[in-house]
Structures are given as structure tokens and as C-alpha cells.
């Protein structure tokens, strides 16, 4: 019989343990475990005194319908090479939420390329994730400046932009204080500022290194514009680097799904590269349908049925929503829309922008009537997440 594993908050020395498991795992330097100690939860699986998996876990909060919905945040997770194929990572999963969500978190959010075994767990991907790479000659042609000012270096000011900006889709993370300086201290970061006078319309922040052969490599991690006018602008600085960098690289998911690089660029050569996508699960009900924002315009009483967190058998609720509210209560009427948890975690989000999009993807209505009420309902804000933890 194998020793037992026990499952704990990790002490001082764990997380050490689990910073060098994590580089043994990863295969390279994971900086974050340490980086995020003054932030984040760890927690470790150990057996035998010696610590074979773990993983971190912030709480903030995401926006969704341009309203903060706490969330639990889960990254730099693993299990040591030799421990893998005894479900450990979903035991480990369940306990590295378990303290997040007694302090508020109603979903939960997680990058891994596990996709298949996250979704067993209920959690779904709600949008397509891509990194894109553009010759930098391209963006110098199709955005000419329309001159803004430039500034080097973050401001006071913004988080505030970002906040604003952030409510206006589906998934971003509410940025604490500390996360800027973390983000510059893990990535290297270089930031601009660009705006009309003294104000701040944008903010843009690269790294770069120098090439193997000539000139360097210039990487986008941030991409926050107000507007198109500082959309252009902020291209067109980044089309300026053209003498050094042949490509301009966005990092996955750095670009809104909005297609400025579609309706500008002279010459459509774009590469995308799909990436591993973001997870979303719902925990608690209720909360997730109240806490988020709803359109003003919006009033809709619609029995809806939802499988049980442990599969196999579904609840039926009343989904009403009047004056930007929501509320979700439980009733024995029938569902018109029955969603399992996967497809109302991608709903939540705003994944499904149509009817036949989710009617696609498995979502069973008594009627496309019904159907094409309920993902409206959602569509308002475009899922994205921009942020990488």
C-alpha cells in the first residue's frame, strides 16, 4: 500500500521545495512561485516529508458584463514526473481552491494545456486564444502616426485606464496594485504611454532581446488603447522599430478580438499561432449570475436547467434579468435551456455570440426562440483575457 499523500498550505521551506520540483517539472525556471509569494496561496501535496505536486492560487477579481466577479486565479501548478497518472492533479486541483473560495471566489480561472482533463473537471475554454507576428514594415505602412504624445514609464494613473478599459469585455483580470511591478519584473518590461496632452489614452509594454543574428526581437505583452485614434498611434510606434526588428510579435492573447489588423494592413500577412486557451468554471451558481453585470435594456424570466456539479443529474432554476440585475433561483419548472457546466461556464463568458454557435456546440433548447434569448443575454461584452498568471 503506498505511503499517503496529505495536502497542505505550504510553510517556508515547502515553498522552496516546490520552486526547484516546479523547474524539475517545467523544465525550466518557473519565477513566478517565488516572484507572487506575497500574493498568492500555495499549496503542496506531500508524501513522505517530500513535496510532489502543487500549485498557486490568487483571489481577485475578473469582469464580466463590466461588473467584478471575485475569482480564483490558478497557475504554476504541476505534479513531480515520476508521481503523474493517479489523478493527484485533480485532488490537488479541488484543495488549491478550497481556501479561495471560502474567501469569496465564485469562479475560477486557469492557462493549461491539460485541456481534455480540465474539461472532465468542468472547466471549458470559452474563446479561441492566438499569438500573432506581423513584419514590423507592414504596421510603419498601414498606421501613419496621427500624433499623440509619447511617454516612457508607468504612470499613476494607469491602473485607472486599465480598470476602465477592462470593464468593456468578458474576462479580464482586476488588476491589484502590485501586478504592474510584477509584470515588469518578470517580463523585463519597457513601458509607453500615449495620449492626447497630458492625458493617457494608451499604454503599450514590450520586452526585448537582442536577435541570434542581427537587430532583436521585439514581443508586445501589453496592448490597452481607448480608442482607434491611439490604436493607430500605438501601431504606428511599434512600425517605428522597423531598422531593428523585422517582426513584431504579440504575445498570446495581448490583442482584443477586435480587427483593427484586418481593416488596416496594406499587405494581409499576418501569422497566428493557436495557443493552449483559458479556463473558466463556475462554482457558485447564485453568486456568479448576481455578482455579474447585465444589460440595462435587458428583462428576461427563463427557466433554465443546469447539470449538477457532480454530473449525471440536473437542477432547474428561474434565470431572471431586469435593470442590469441578475438573479438565478431554484424552481421545479422545466428547463427551456439546459446547459451542462462546461457550456455554462463558455455562455458566461460571452462565447457563444449566436444561437447556432451554441446550438452547435451541444447547448439543448426547447426552442431556437428560447435559445436566442438566453445568448443574447451575454453578448454584449466579447470574452477575452489579456492577463497570464
Known sequence: ?????RIMEADEDQWQEYDTLATRSYGHPVGDIIRLRPHADLRVAVRRGQVIAGGLGLLTSQFFGGSAVPSALLGAGCVAPEERGDRLAGRLLAERLRPLRDQGAVISTIWSTSSRYLRTLRWQAPTQV???????????????SPGLNIEHGRSSDDLALHQRLAQQWNGPVQRPRWWPAWLDDKRQLTTYRFGPDQSTTGVLSISMKRHHRHGMDLTVHDFWAADAVTVDAMMAFLGSHHTRATAVHFRRSVLPPYPALLHKLHRYRPTAE??????LRIHDLPEAVRLRGWPDDLTLALPVEIENDNGGTWDQYLLEVKDGKGHLTATHRHGEVKFTRQQLAVWYAGGFRTAAAA???????TSGEALTKLIRATTDYEPWLPDHF
Open 1 to 5: 500500500m503506498p505511503d499517503p499523500i
Open 130 to 144: 492566438f499569438a500573432w507576428s506581423i513584419p514590423t514594415e507592414d504596421l510603419g505602412r498601414a498606421f501613419p
Open 274 to 279: 493557436a495557443w493552449h486557451p483559458w479556463m
Open 359 to 365: 446550438h452547435l456546440a451541444g447547448v439543448a433548447a
